[in-house]
């Protein structure tokens, strides 16, 4: 578990094969302009040389060997909270297994130290020419597939052409510029951008996985399948059963296990996912020690939970860690292809009534914070009157979206806490009626006369107590809300498909946003099935301002940039903000250990931790 740029966290800050050929071929005088590098930035120079030994952060004396047992509690591609029966997560297909990105190894790979930076993994170096459109790697001779064979540059033009032909949606989407690309010898992979490339598509590429083309010729990458892949990673799947528990063993000849951006990572010998539909019943596992290390998500479990015998005697530790990066931030999501969420005054009608004071007082034990951006925690929030730089980009759409851009930014209600505010729902019902709705009967019914009826749907009950009490506030303006819960498959599939009312996500801060934006609140993507573009937003400005952010380049311009896009969401009030936490809530048996600091956007837990055998001896988990 390497403390590094993962393909989930790079795509996050971040048809048919490529068309070879499709931009003139750059002479090679023209790469040579650029030395050969060790690493690739988003702006401005690497922070580490050539030659540095290993990250900062890091232990590089850290001992190999024991376990670590988790819960997967984030996901990308098809991943699945509560089940799996695949183990290809690059494709749409199926619902993927937590952990697989381990087995396959990219082009370069990140710091935690450092956001919009990549260092040599496969790579040894990269030349780019003067236009930035033409990326030459060079791979590292000895680098292996874990059945021996060499990582050739085609089997990286390989892997580059599959996903944007077949690859997951958000794969397709982010290369959608990529050009080309192609082997110019064993060692030589040339890629090639579009000159409408995004500011970050040469880290995308250089973070994507490689997969073997021998290996996938003679099958589907596009299917579902419980063959262990080849890869070339630090893990390679072991044990698993569908759907309970997935394994991943230590490759110990791993053949970048000395590679600076290696050292001190990597640590455990195995690495286990446990699966479990109940959060209650987890927690139980995690008591019980099966699960050895939790990051805490629920209030009440954190409060009132730990007190059992584990923790008294000092076997279970819990630490509070402030978020030091752009924070994860929890809502409700409107489907806004639907009819009856059209109009954004019955969106913002419909969340005036959730009453989160009362519901963090009394139900989540004052543990969180309520979220107001979608930037939580960052320089990208909105604030105040848009600056002159704001003003800048937003003036063009001045008469085309609310007044209130060029305001102070939309903030929900802060309510007296009695649960069911009596102003609120007036000013909801006045909302609503000025919206054209009416109230017959106790129903209220919208401007073409059908009853204004929500569904909430979730694929399980942990976050019904805090739905319930919002649903009877809805209840009171006429409005019928209900929730339904089906299990984590169907759940998956009516998100690819957009068939569902609203939904809760959570979602992860970028340390600096670029392209995958667009994935998230583009127009192109709004009818892409599998497409993380939920709410269904469709909205030129927001297209602009995407577009902007992704050609951005210097960081003040994305900062600038991003708290205008922040401001275009906030006025479309196309979710009701639930929460956030700044704090990092963990829990572990004390049978592990940690370098004495840690990178400066993470915790780095468990990614950097080690299996401690003298500690695990103490508690009798040797």
């Not at 059963?241 to 490759?251: C, L, S």
């Not at 209840?475 to 209900?482: E, P, S």
Request: charged share 25%; glycine share 8%; net charge neutral.
């Amino acid at each position: 578990m390497a403390m590094r740029i993962t393909r989930r966290r790079l795509l996050e800050a971040a048809g048919a094969a490529t068309v070879a050929g499709a931009l003139p071929q750059l002479p090679q005088a023209a790469l040579a302009q650029e030395a050969e590098s060790h690493g690739l930035s988003t702006f401005g120079e690497l922070a580490l040389p050539p030659d540095f030994p290993h990250f900062a952060y890091v232990n590089p004396k850290a001992p190999k060997g024991g376990s670590l047992t988790m819960q997967i509690k984030s996901r990308q591609g098809n991943q699945n909270f509560g089940t799996f029966n695949t183990l290809n997560i690059y494709v749409l297909q199926g619902d993927g297994a937590a952990g697989m990105d381990a087995c396959f190894d990219s082009l370069m790979t990140g710091s935690g130290d450092e956001p919009g930076s990549l260092y040599g993994l496969l790579a040894k170096s990269v030349a780019v020419s003067a236009d930035k459109l033409t990326y030459r790697f060079r791979l590292r001779p000895e680098a292996r597939f874990h059945d021996g064979t060499r990582v050739t540059a085609r089997d990286v033009a390989f892997s580059m052409n599959i996903l944007k032909a077949k690859g997951h949606p958000l794969y397709r989407l982010l290369l959608s510029e990529l050009v080309s690309s192609e082997a110019e010898s064993d060692d030589i992979v040339v890629v090639k951008l579009s000159p409408k490339r995004s500011r970050d598509l040469h880290l995308i590429v250089a973070g994507l996985p490689v997969f073997s083309e021998t290996y996938w010729s003679t099958r589907d990458f596009t299917a579902s399948t419980l063959e262990p892949p080849l890869g070339s990673g630090a893990y390679k799947v072991g044990r698993f059963e569908q759907g309970r528990f997935i394994e991943f063993e230590r490759v110990p000849d791993y053949w970048a296990k000395d590679l600076p951006v290696n050292v001190g990572t990597n640590n455990f010998d195995r690495i286990r996912w446990l699966y479990f539909r109940d959060r209650d019943v987890a927690f139980e596992s995690f008591k019980s020690g099966e699960i050895t290390f939790q990051q805490e998500y629920t209030s009440r479990i954190w409060a009132t939970g730990y007190d059992f015998p584990a923790t008294r005697d000092g076997k279970v530790k819990r630490e509070t860690l402030p978020v030091t990066a752009p924070s994860a931030v929890q809502g409700w999501l409107l489907n806004c292809r639907r009819s009856k969420f059209a109009d954004p005054r019955i969106r913002e009608a419909i969340g005036l009534v959730f009453d989160f004071e009362w519901t963090n007082k009394n139900i989540m034990y004052g543990l969180y914070a309520r979220a107001t951006s979608y930037f939580e925690n960052s320089d990208f929030k909105a604030a105040g009157v848009p600056s002159p730089e704001e003003l800048k980009l937003l003036e063009p759409f001045r008469g085309k979206v609310p007044d209130e851009v060029f305001g102070a930014p939309w903030l929900p209600p802060v309510s007296d806490g009695s649960g069911s505010d009596r102003a609120l729902l007036r000013r909801a019902d006045e909302m609503l009626r000025e919206a054209g709705c009416k109230r017959e009967g106790g129903t209220l019914r919208l401007p073409d006369g059908t009853p204004l009826e929500i569904e909430f749907l979730d694929d399980g009950a942990a976050l019904q107590p805090h739905t319930q009490p919002f649903q009877q506030n809805l209840g009171r303006l006429g409005i019928k809300a209900g929730s339904r819960l089906v299990d984590s498959a169907q759940y998956q599939r009516r998100l690819r498909e957009f068939d569902f009312d609203i939904i809760v996500l959570n979602r992860g801060g970028s340390l600096i946003p670029g392209d995958s934006l667009r994935s998230l609140y583009g127009s192109a993507s709004a009818d892409v099935p599998g497409s993380d573009n939920l709410c269904g937003i469709r909205d030129p400005a927001i297209d602009a301002i995407l577009a902007v952010i992704a050609q951005a380049k210097s960081y003040a311009e994305v900062v600038v940039a991003t708290k205008c896009l922040d401001r275009l969401l906030r006025a479309g009030r196309y979710w009701i903000p639930m929460w956030w936490n700044p704090n990092e809530l963990l829990a572990y048996w004390d049978m592990y250990d940690r370098p004495a600091t840690k990178p400066k956007y993470s915790s780095g837990a468990p990614a950097i931790w080690w299996y401690d055998a003298e500690k695990a001896k103490r508690i009798g988990k040797a």
